[in-house]
């Protein structure tokens, strides 16, 4: 069975950077896997930050990035506001029967 | 403007069956991927079922068999008829578009509960 890792609870300050990860629990996530991150408040939709690895979504700011960090995808937010404290949320594509596998989500807190 | 707009949910019993539509607008559905996207109370996002452009239909291991997606071309609509529903599907299902070849969910529309209770 295919698992999506992710950090459960990440924090950070305000102004502060921070990276989230996206791996796999066996194998390696590469620019193959369209990996795409998704941000999510409660009672809300997700709403799509980055796809095909690092391309921002139309509006999204630019302190939002997107990359491959060593064997993960990776989501990147320079300079933290209290706005994007959030549940963020990557997928990958796995192709075949499976489609996509979403991860457990990262639980940011901006403090 | 581009825009989905799921309905369809509410409350049903165990072993029950409810459909769910998502109506488009915007963009043309049978042009495009379109899939179903659910979050159970609490928990996170769980992809459920794609058609894609040329027909073809994928489904999750823990809704196959169950579910089947479709689409009206003459009404722009994606549906999701779900048989024999349990406990476990209780959530919010969210359609999404996915634009061809790019492999994301780029429009999500503001989903709909379904709940499986007696």
């Known amino acids: 069975q295919t698992v999506v890792t992710q950090e459960p609870s990440f924090s950070v300050s305000p102004g502060g950077t921070v990276t989230l990860t996206c791996g796999l629990s066996s194998g390696s996530v590469s620019i193959s896997s369209y990996p795409s991150w998704y941000q999510q408040t409660p009672g809300q939709a997700p709403r799509t930050l980055i796809y095909t690895t690092n391309t921002r979504s139309s509006g999204v700011p630019d302190r939002f990035s997107g990359s491959i960090l060593g064997n993960k995808a990776a989501l990147t937010i320079t300079g933290a506001q209290a706005d994007d404290e959030s549940d963020y949320y990557c997928?990958?594509?796995?192709?075949?029967?499976?489609?996509?596998?979403f991860g457990g989500g990262t639980k940011l807190t901006v403090l | 403007e581009v825009q989905v707009v799921e309905s369809g949910g509410g409350l049903v019993q165990p072993g029950g069956s409810l459909r769910l539509s998502c109506a488009a607008s915007g963009f043309t559905v049978s042009s495009n991927y379109m899939s179903w996207v659910r979050q159970a109370p609490g928990k996170g996002l769980e992809w459920v079922s794609v058609i894609y452009s040329n027909g073809g239909t994928y489904y999750a291991d823990s809704v196959k068999g169950r579910f089947t997606i479709s689409r009206d071309n003459s009404k722009n609509t994606l549906y999701l008829q779900m048989n024999s529903l349990r406990a476990e599907d209780t959530a919010v299902y969210y359609c999404a578009r996915v634009p061809v070849w790019e492999l994301f969910f780029d429009y999500w529309g503001q989903g709909t509960l379904v709940t499986v209770s007696s």
């Open positions: 997928v990958l594509y796995m192709g075949g029967g499976i489609n996509w596998v």
